[in-house]
C-alpha cells in the first residue's frame, strides 16, 4: 500500500495579484495533511474520503478511460490529478492498472468546514505523488507541480496554482504563477511529457530562508470562504478601472520584492512593514471593486495582533477564513491567543511544515 500526506497552505502575502503572471506571492506550508492511501485492486477500483460519508464511488475503464458508474461525483481534482497522470503514465509506456484510492484530510474542522487551508490543491498533489509512486513514473517536485497544476486549472479555471507549489515545495516559498495561455496553448499542441519538460514562461518557485526569531501565528474567524468565487468578483469588477487596478498590481509586487527581500536578509522588520502594506493594499482593493477581503472579524483579528506588537492581515482570497501574523518574538502570543479567544477568534495550532519530517519549532503559534 502507498501513503502519501501533502500539507495545506497559507497565503502570507500577494494575494489576487499572484494570479497575474510575474507577480509574486509569499505561502506558507503547514503541518496539517491530506492524505492519499493507494492499494492495488483487480477488476474495478473506489474512491473513498471521509468528507463524502465514507461512500466509495466505482469506477471502472472503457479502453483506457476511466469511467464512474454514478452520474455526479463529488471527486472533481482527485479525477483531474488521475486522468493527467495515467495519461503521462501511459506516454511512458506504463501498463494502466486499477487501485482503491481513500483521502482523509485534517484541512477541515470536525463539522466539516473549511479552515482555507487549501485542501484542493493538496488533494491534487498528494493523488499525483502516490499515482508517480504507485506508477513508478520518477517525477521530481517541479513534474509533479505542473501536473497537479493542470489538473486543478482543469477544474477551477482560474487561481495561481499557488497552494499547488506550497504542497509540493513545503516550508516558506516565494511564488509567481506561469503564463496560463501559453500553458492551455501548449497542452493542445505537445504531449505531457515535451509540457513538462518546457520552461514555463514567468513560473517562479524558490524556497526562502527562514529568520530564526520569525515566529507565525494563525486565527480562524469560523466564517469559510470561496476563493475562486472571490477571485471571479474581483476580476469581473476591475474592467472599467483598469488602471487603478494595475496600480495595485505594480505596488503589490513592490511590496512582496521587499518581503522576499526581508527574509534574505534576516530582516524581520522589513518583513512586518510588507505585511502592513500588503494589507493596506488589499483594502484598496476592496474600494476599487467592492469585494470585501477584509471581514469586520478579520480585522478585528488582524487589529487585536497590532496591539501585541504583531504585523497582520488577512490569508488568502479573505473573506472568511483565517489571518495570519508575524512576531519578531513570543512575548506577545500569548495575550494575544487570550484576546482573541475572547473574541471567538480560534488560534489554529499550527506550524510551518518542512519536507524532511520536521516543523520549523521557531515559528510556532
Not at 113 to 128: C, D, E, H, Q
Not at 141 to 163: M, P, R, T, W, Y
Not at 243 to 262: N, P, R
Request: aromatic share 8%; with cysteine.
Amino acid at each position: 500500500m502507498i501513503e502519501i500526506s501533502a500539507p495545506g497552505k497559507l497565503f502570507i502575502s500577494g494575494e489576487y495579484a499572484v494570479v497575474e503572471p510575474g507577480h509574486p506571492a509569499v505561502i506558507v506550508a503547514v503541518d496539517q495533511f491530506v492524505t492519499v492511501t493507494l492499494e492495488e485492486a483487480q477488476d474495478e477500483g473506489s474512491i473513498q474520503s471521509e468528507q463524502y460519508r465514507s461512500i466509495p464511488v466505482r469506477w471502472t475503464r472503457k479502453n483506457t478511460e476511466l469511467v464512474l458508474d454514478i452520474r455526479e461525483n463529488p471527486f472533481h481534482y482527485i479525477l483531474a490529478a488521475i486522468r493527467l497522470t495515467e495519461k503521462y503514465a501511459q506516454e511512458q509506456n506504463a501498463s494502466l492498472t486499477f487501485y482503491h484510492l481513500k483521502v482523509t484530510s485534517e484541512l477541515d474542522n470536525a463539522n466539516g468546514r473549511k479552515y482555507g487551508l487549501g485542501s484542493s490543491g493538496a488533494v491534487t498533489v498528494a493523488t499525483v505523488k502516490a499515482l508517480n509512486e504507485f506508477y513508478q513514473l520518477g517525477l521530481d517536485n517541479e513534474k509533479i507541480f505542473k501536473l497537479s497544476a493542470l489538473a486543478h486549472l482543469a477544474v477551477q479555471g482560474n487561481g495561481s496554482c499557488g497552494d499547488i507549489a506550497a504542497s509540493c515545495y513545503g516550508g516558506w516559498i516565494a511564488f509567481s504563477t506561469f503564463d496560463h495561455p501559453w500553458v492551455k496553448e501548449h497542452l493542445e499542441t505537445l504531449t505531457l511529457h515535451e509540457l513538462l519538460n518546457s520552461h514555463w514562461p514567468s513560473l517562479m518557485i524558490e524556497p526562502l530562508p527562514v529568520p530564526k526569531q520569525l515566529r507565525l501565528l494563525i486565527g480562524w474567524t469560523g466564517s469559510p470562504a470561496s476563493t475562486s468565487d472571490l477571485v471571479d468578483r474581483v476580476h469581473r469588477s476591475k474592467g472599467d478601472k483598469e488602471l487603478s487596478y494595475q496600480s495595485f498590481l505594480d505596488e503589490s509586487k513592490a511590496c512582496v520584492t521587499q518581503m522576499i527581500h526581508g527574509f534574505k536578509t534576516d530582516d524581520i522588520r522589513m518583513i512586518q512593514t510588507a505585511l502592513r502594506k500588503n494589507r493596506a493594499l488589499l483594502l484598496q482593493l476592496t474600494d476599487l471593486t467592492e469585494v470585501v477581503i477584509e471581514t469586520p472579524a478579520l480585522k478585528n483579528l488582524c487589529d487585536l495582533a497590532e496591539q501585541f506588537g504583531g504585523a497582520a492581515k488577512s490569508s488568502g482570497a479573505g473573506g472568511g477564513d483565517c489571518g495570519i501574523v508575524l512576531f519578531k518574538q513570543k512575548s506577545g502570543i500569548l495575550p494575544l491567543v487570550s484576546a482573541w479567544e475572547k473574541q471567538a477568534i480560534t488560534p489554529l495550532p499550527l506550524h510551518v511544515y518542512f519536507y524532511g519530517g520536521h516543523t520549523h519549532e521557531e515559528s510556532k503559534g
